[in-house]
């Protein structure tokens, strides 16, 4: 298995630096990277909507002077004929040097890596993880506060269903000093594993609350998210909780005049329009430092170093080096004909022909390999 990037944390806090300092000169020296990529294809697996992630991934291997080719639309591929993302992943090995995969099951990405022969990239595989989302979110961090210590996030909105949520918390609970204010409707919590595995196990000061107006005034950031519709079992549900928070200029003057705002895109009616002309708000810039980061992460994982541009072999070493990301459970996954995953938005509830994998959780229970539920 090659090295793959399922969730933030299959790199080191060390490696995401290193990826910061690449966005860093691409955007210093972007010439410099022109060509890195040349002769290189990428493959962008789309099997769910998106607008900027499977085009800042495509600008960013088009401005490494690579090449790419896309799936868009599940519907003309021969998903709709039933072919598995495993089988998919086999394939697209042969045409392609990395893949980019988006799809709207949770640990879809972690069955692609497991079955490619080249680097998979997780664009967001259902309510999971969207590592690539964080990676552009820590870049619009540190070039605003200059690294990542200290600083109090507000998350709001979804945060249930929110992949983007999850993985930005995973990744800033490795930095020093880091505390989360959880804003959401009681029916919309962050998943108790993230609780369990990120927050309490970093021993991450962290508050649940209901009230927006009520955390504003603590945060350093604050992370809006919408309520993510596709992924409710319930209409009604979703209608009863769509406008919960609506971010405004009004509210705004309850944020420090150093709270920068952030949102993963795209918006609906969470956050006015009118607070996209206040100077704390980050969003579009968040689009931007996406492709950055995206064209730091295709070269690290296609082997390039940064600073001279030359294939490091150090650097396509296949071990999974860093422990605690969603590969660490892999190398521990067990089988136990009695045991099934249960989790109806994980992939193995889509596909019969996965074989249900567990890791053992710190309080002793099964969790599934990939969806970790
Ligand atoms: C997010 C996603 O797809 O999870 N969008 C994105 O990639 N920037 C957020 C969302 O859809 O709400």
Not at 172 to 183: D, H, P, Q, S
Not at 224 to 237: C, G, H, L, N, Y
Not at 344 to 371: F, L, Q
């Amino acid at each position: 298995m090659k090295r793959s990037v399922i969730d933030t944390v299959d790199l080191s806090v060390e490696e995401v630096r290193q990826l910061l300092d690449t966005a860093m000169d691409i955007i210093a020296d972007p010439a410099k990277y022109a060509h890195a990529c040349a002769g290189k294809k990428l493959a962008t697996l789309f099997f769910e909507p998106s607008t900027r992630t499977r085009m800042s991934f495509e600008a960013a291997m088009y401005e490494l002077g690579g090449n790419v080719i896309s799936m868009t639309d599940a519907g003309t591929s021969s998903a709709a004929k039933g072919e598995t993302v495993a089988d998919t992943a086999k394939v697209v090995s042969n045409y392609v040097d990395i893949i980019a995969q988006r799809h709207p099951k949770a640990g879809a990405a972690l069955v692609a890596a497991a079955n490619a022969s080249i680097p998979v990239i997780n664009a967001g595989d259902g309510g999971h993880c969207h590592p690539t989302q964080t990676f552009a979110d820590l870049l619009t961090i540190y070039r605003e506060h200059g690294n990542m210590n200290g600083l109090t996030i507000g998350f709001c909105g979804d945060l249930l269903y929110g992949r983007t949520v999850h993985s930005l918390m995973a990744a800033m609970a490795r930095y020093e000093g880091t505390r989360f204010v959880l804003i959401s409707p009681e029916e919309l919590r962050v998943p108790r594993h993230l609780i369990e595995d990120v927050v309490e196990s970093a021993g991450i000061p962290c508050e649940e609350v209901t009230s927006l107006e009520e955390a504003l005034p603590k945060l350093d950031v604050l992370y809006m998210t919408r309520i993510q519709k596709e992924r409710f079992d319930d209409p009604a549900q979703y209608e009863r909780l769509k406008n919960v928070y609506v971010l405004d200029a009004e509210k705004m003057k309850l944020a420090k005049p150093d709270c920068i705002v952030m949102h993963p895109l795209p918006r609906v009616d969470e956050i006015a329009v009118e607070v996209d002309d206040d100077p704390r708000a980050r969003y579009f810039e968040q689009t931007l430092n996406g492709k950055y980061m995206r064209m730091a992460l295709i070269l690290k994982l296609l082997g390039y170093g940064n600073s001279s541009l030359s294939r490091d072999p150090a650097q396509t070493d296949p071990s999974l080096t860093c422990a605690g990301g969603p590969f660490s459970f892999w190398a521990e996954a067990q089988e136990d004909a009695a045991w099934r995953c249960a989790n109806p938005k994980c992939i193995c509830a889509a596909e019969r022909s996965i074989r249900h994998k567990y890791y053992t959780a710190k309080d002793g229970s099964r969790r599934c390999v990939y969806c970790e539920q």
